[in-house]
């Protein structure tokens, strides 16, 4: 399934959904979304309301555990280990594999692409940098916070990060041309691998629920990837 990327029949449905399910404040209306999901979605949607089953404290707990349940339910014979990952909480925890500076190269390159008032550029960086950091249970030590982190550490060039992820886009959309132009289809292992990033950024995206246009924001947490990797010494 994962190998043929999204190509279910109410998928653009599936969309949709999960788009009003991240967007609603409403707990009742958020309990309705799930359960439609959870008797109707497939794999994709697993992300998405993984993120919301381990916000503590939060009554879309439960409807969302409700969901992937029912979505399980439909999927436990099937043989392959790695569908079955994705029903455990762990396995979608964010893992920051780069350096400290290269974690504030990242904070910064998502900042510029979405902030929206570039005044308070240093107030939204460190609000932002705050929560990747905690998504990503990043140890910043010996600093307390994101901010102490970044005017500590004199190294961290986001100008270089930046140009990184430019180069990373143009390269990106130079193989999508090339793939268009040419009929060329991507094997099935490229396409588990494009939708497993694609669905780690989805629970990344809803775990930090900034109140941008999903595919914007999807499109700029995959790019930004390029700068988590570790270090080559």
């Not at 994709?44 to 503590?56: G, H, K, W």
């Not at 994101?146 to 990184?164: A, D, M, W, Y």
């Amino acid at each position: 399934m994962l190998k043929e990327g999204y190509q279910e029949n109410n998928s653009e449905q599936e969309i949709y959904l999960l788009e009003e399910l991240r967007r609603t404040e409403d707990i009742d209306e958020f309990k309705a979304i799930a359960g439609v999901i959870g008797a109707t979605g497939g794999l994709f949607c697993i992300p998405t309301l993984m993120a919301f089953s381990v916000e503590q404290g939060s009554p879309k707990v439960m409807p969302a555990i409700f969901a992937i349940t029912d979505i399980y339910s439909r999927v436990e014979k099937t043989e392959a280990p790695e569908i079955h990952y994705l029903f455990t909480p762990a396995w979608w925890q964010p893992r920051w594999k780069g350096s400290l500076p290269a974690f504030i190269s990242y904070v910064f390159c998502i900042t510029e692409m979405i902030r929206s008032v570039p005044e308070h550029q240093d107030e939204t960086v460190d609000t932002i940098g705050g929560k990747l950091a905690k998504e990503f249970a990043l140890s910043l030590f010996p600093c307390e916070t994101f901010r102490e982190l970044r005017l500590s550490t004199p190294e961290s060039n986001s100008e270089s990060g930046i140009r990184k992820l430019v180069s990373e886009v143009d390269s990106d959309m130079l193989m999508m041309s090339m793939f268009n132009e040419q009929d060329i289809h991507k094997s099935k292992e490229a396409l588990y691998e494009e939708n497993i990033l694609n669905m780690r950024c989805d629970y990344l995206l809803t775990r930090l629920n900034f109140k941008l246009e999903y595919q914007l924001f999807r499109y700029l947490l995959k790019t930004a990837e390029v700068l988590n990797a570790p270090e080559h010494h």
